[in-house]
C-alpha cells in the first residue's frame, strides 16, 4: 500500500494494489474509489483532504509490525 500526499491540488491517493484502474466511482463527493478490471478495489482518491481527514498523523496499528505513530 502507499499513500501519497499532492499539496498542490490538496488531494491525497491511497495506492491499495499495483494493479492498473480500469474503472472510478465517486461515492460521495470529492472521494472516489478506483477498481480494476476484475472490479478489485485498487486505490482511493480523496480531492480536499486537509477538509475530509487529519494528515498530520498517521496510525499503523498491528500490521506486520508493532504500532508505530507517524507525526507531521
Do not use: C, F, H, W
Amino acid at each position: 500500500m502507499k499513500i501519497n500526499y499532492y499539496p498542490d491540488t490538496d488531494s491525497l491517493y491511497i495506492e491499495l494494489s499495483d494493479k492498473e484502474s480500469s474503472d472510478s466511482r465517486e461515492i460521495s463527493e470529492g472521494i472516489v474509489l478506483d477498481y480494476d478490471k476484475k472490479g478489485a478495489l485498487v486505490g482511493i482518491d480523496i480531492d480536499n483532504a486537509t477538509e475530509k481527514i487529519n494528515l498530520k498523523e498517521l496510525i499503523l496499528n498491528k500490521l506486520p509490525m508493532e504500532t508505530q505513530k507517524i507525526s507531521a
